[in-house]
């Protein structure tokens, strides 16, 4: 057990649908990260929150947004959802923000997203 | 364009023997690279981390290099086990993000 929780397991919603998904970090950690995986893209980067501050974008389309809220947890919100946005979302904390320091990543268990 | 490749999708070996993994990337200068494990619907596990400045970092029956000149690491799992098998990541430093490799996947045989 990561320590770190995402909230639901599995979601499936219609095209054109707008969701949330949920994501509490590690006691502590002030770093919040959201993946997107798929099976023919792998693990893509989103976006990263430190401190409830937006500190990295990755490849996240516009019809995403995140926010970090006081108690560091996160939200993902999606959507305009579209057949091609099913995947599994991750989240993932960590202690630092700083790039130098290097700091491993603690993953929860993921949101599975099906999108009919 | 920065480019992250892991040398092949899928390894098979016997129990025992050692898996090397390879992770090639191009365009980036990472201070750091980290390896993790990830099984089926689940998310990934962090392994080992390796700074620029260090050439191999050791745990248990693993070992990852990193060798900053030909812009490469390799992850060694020493005398494996059944219980190894699962899809290895590498991911590499990116300003204050981390940036995965698509992932080996490792099937250990008895």
């Known amino acids: 057990d990561s320590g770190v929780t995402q909230t639901p397991k599995h979601l499936i919603t219609a095209t054109g649908q707008r969701v949330t998904l949920r994501c509490s970090p590690r006691s502590g950690d002030l770093s919040v990260y959201w993946y997107q995986q798929s099976l023919d893209q792998g693990l893509q980067f989103l976006i990263q929150?430190?401190?409830?501050?937006?500190?990295a974008k990755g490849n996240i389309l516009e019809r995403f947004s995140a926010q970090q809220f006081p108690d560091l947890h996160s939200e993902l919100n999606l959507s305009s959802l579209e057949l091609g946005d099913s995947a599994l979302y991750f989240c993932?904390?960590?202690?630092?923000?700083?790039?130098?320091?290097?700091?491993?990543?603690?993953f929860g268990p993921g949101t599975r997203l099906t999108v009919t | 364009s920065q480019k992250i490749e892991q040398n092949s999708e899928a390894l098979n070996i016997q129990e025992g023997k050692t898996a090397t993994l390879t992770c090639n990337y191009t365009n980036y200068s990472p201070a750091y690279l980290q390896w993790y494990r990830q099984d089926p619907g689940r998310g990934p596990v962090f392994l080992l981390l390796i700074r620029e400045n260090e050439k191999e970092k050791r745990k248990e029956r693993l070992k990852v290099t990193f060798d900053t000149t030909l812009k490469q690491s390799l992850f060694h799992i020493t005398a494996s086990q059944p219980a190894d098998s699962a899809t290895y990541l590498c991911a590499l430093q990116a300003g204050t993000a981390l940036i995965f490799g698509k992932g080996t996947t490792l099937s250990v045989s008895s």
């Open positions: 929150y430190y401190n409830g501050e937006e500190r």
């Open positions: 993932a904390s960590s202690g630092g923000a700083l790039g130098v320091e290097g700091h491993e990543q603690y």
